[in-house]
């Protein structure tokens, strides 16, 4: 199984949720894997302190023009679909930070204009945290495009291990990427305006990939109720409160996690991990008739 843990906003826990879920159902004898795909800044390894053994380079190849042999006809920047590539009459500039590395440039150049050279995007590393295999992404500082980076994470899912997703905040292409293929979204809000405001942002994106959703409220009682009605009006069950508390915040502050900190925790976390279970399962029984 694999379950998303994002949310509208950044701030809200997110990180929080997805380290002391993938511990406490560790501690419980299933085996787990966390992938930190908020590849702009990654910070489920603060919580979980992992053991790094591996390292990878993850570049894409972008295009180079050989000037001898350009005609200036324009028909690459025609088909660049991300306005990579500018042509004038006597000169082609291209954008190395607008280029998604899609190829059609090079492929399409009628005079073999265009090679394909690699720029590094950034890096994938791995290795194991108190039993759990831990991945993640980092982008490299200046690059705009996350997207390369979390399928290169991504392709670490292992169908044998129950899959816990870190997604960056927010309701972009890199949040899209990191939930697709799910089967359960959590989404972590608090129950501000803020909070609501974006927490409806997101829950209209998880329901354009048609990805079952539940929501986490953090720090309850530290708001009002309109996270509560809105989650009553559109059906999505809350699956989880952590209340607003010093204790909860001092831990998180200096980089421990709920289910180490407080090991009480660990019953709530199993909890919300059955319930998305249960919620899948109906799911799938339900799709089947
Ligand atoms: S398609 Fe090739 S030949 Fe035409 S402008 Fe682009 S690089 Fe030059
Ligand atoms: S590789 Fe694709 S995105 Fe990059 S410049 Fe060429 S056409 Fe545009």
């Known amino acids: 199984m694999i379950i998303s843990i994002a949310s509208g906003k950044g701030g809200t826990g997110k990180t929080l949720v997805a380290t002391s879920l993938a511990l406490s159902l560790q501690q419980n004898e299933k085996s787990v894997q966390l992938l930190d795909c908020d590849v ?63 190829g059609a440039c090079s492929y399409l150049c009628p005079e073999d204009a265009l090679s394909e050279i690699n720029k590094e995007m950034g890096i994938v590393e791995s290795g194991y945290s108190k039993g759990v295999e831990f991945i993640q992404g980092k982008l490299t500082v200046g690059e705009a495009m996350a997207t390369p980076i979390i399928r290169e994470v991504k392709k670490y899912l292992n169908q044998e291990r129950l899959a816990i997703i870190d997604v960056a905040p927010g309701t972009s292409c890199p949040v899209m990427e990191a939930v697709k293929g799910s089967d359960f979204c959590l989404l972590v809000t608090e129950p501000t305006p803020f909070g609501l405001n974006d927490l409806a942002l997101a829950v209209d994106t998880v329901k354009e990939l048609n990805i079952p959703r539940g929501v986490v409220i953090n720090r309850d009682g530290a708001g009002d109720s309109k996270v509560e009605e809105y989650c009553l009006k559109e059906g999505i069950p809350i699956l989880l409160r952590i209340p607003l508390d010093t204790e909860i915040a001092r831990l998180y502050s200096r980089g421990i996690t709920l289910a180490e900190g407080m090991p009480q925790w660990q019953e709530a976390f199993l909890g919300l991990y059955e319930a998305v279970e249960q919620i899948t399962f109906t799911q799938i029984k339900t799709d089947d008739r």
């Open 40 to 102: 702009e800044e990654p910070d489920a390894h603060i919580f979980l302190k992992p053991s790094l053994t591996r390292k990878e380079i993850v570049s894409i190849l972008i295009p180079q023009l050989d000037e001898g042999k350009c005609t200036y006809c324009g028909k690459c920047a025609e088909v660049c679909a991300y306005k990579a590539i500018a042509v004038f009459s006597k000169h082609v500039l291209i954008f190395p930070e607008l280029c998604h590395g899609c």
